[in-house]
């Protein structure tokens, strides 16, 4: 594999609405040991919303899909999380539009593009304990295993995403509901960090099959 079609986004965005799903719940219980609880119901509503317009959808490109996501994500997901996972879609279908197939140097132009367009949405930076962190631990490392094979890379950048919710654990959280809390955050895990970790394991393994 040296690009992802259609076929493949089509299923990387189901893997990821049924791992949100799976792991309402434990999401939901990481979010409460100094969130309010609500991110893993409020990340399940949003991707619920989006098997069930599924059919619905523009899938004549990747881009047109992921707009698609983007606008029943936004207006499905409670709290903050909707914008953010919203502009994470957004961001990317505007990156990807009228593609049918995309290469690593595109996946890793569209991540980027995720990455300033969150930031500039929510006011968060690298370094705050959010989810960018490990978007950006995956952007880092496809950037570093660009010319071996895909699915290879996907391995080594579903990798770097767990790893980073180890290293953010000994962080302040400086973004959301946790960071209220302050230092009282070190040795908690972001469950934004640990739900794109979560989702990249179960990608590869979808893809894989």
């Given at each position: ?5 259609l ?6 965005v189901?893997?990821m609405a ?8 434990y ?8 969130g309010?609880?609500d991110?893993g119901?409020?990340l399940a ?6 098997l ?5 959808f ?22 903050c999380?909707?914008?953010v ?6 961001r ?5 539009k009228?593609k ?5 140097e ?9 990455i300033?367009?969150i ?8 370094g ?5 962190d ?13 010319e071996?094979?895909l ?20 962080w ?5 509901r ?6 009282r ?7 934004g ?5 979560d989702?990249?394991?179960a ?6 099959a």
């Open positions: 594999m040296d690009k992802l079609n076929q493949h986004v089509e299923l990387i189901n893997t049924e791992t949100a799903i799976k792991n309402e719940a999401f939901s219980e990481l979010d409460a040991v100094m309010d609880a991110f119901v409020s509503g949003g991707f619920k919303a989006v069930k317009d599924w059919e619905g523009d899938h004549s490109s990747i881009g047109s899909l992921l707009l698609s996501v983007s606008k029943t994500i936004t207006g499905n997901t409670g709290g999380s909707g914008p996972w919203g502009t994470l879609f957004m990317c279908g505007m990156s990807f009228d049918t197939e995309i290469n690593i595109e996946i890793i132009a569209g991540l980027k593009n995720a300033e367009g930031s500039k949405r929510g006011g968060a930076e690298l705050d304990k959010t989810l960018l490990a978007l950006n631990a995956i952007v880092l490392s496809l950037e570093e295993n660009k071996i094979e699915l290879e890379a996907f391995r080594k950048a579903s990798a770097a995403a767990v790893e980073t919710r180890e290293i953010t654990k000994g302040v959280a400086k973004r959301g946790q960071s209220f809390t302050g230092d955050s070190i040795g908690t895990y972001d469950p960090i640990v739900a794109v970790g989702m990249t394991i990608i590869v393994n979808a893809l894989e």
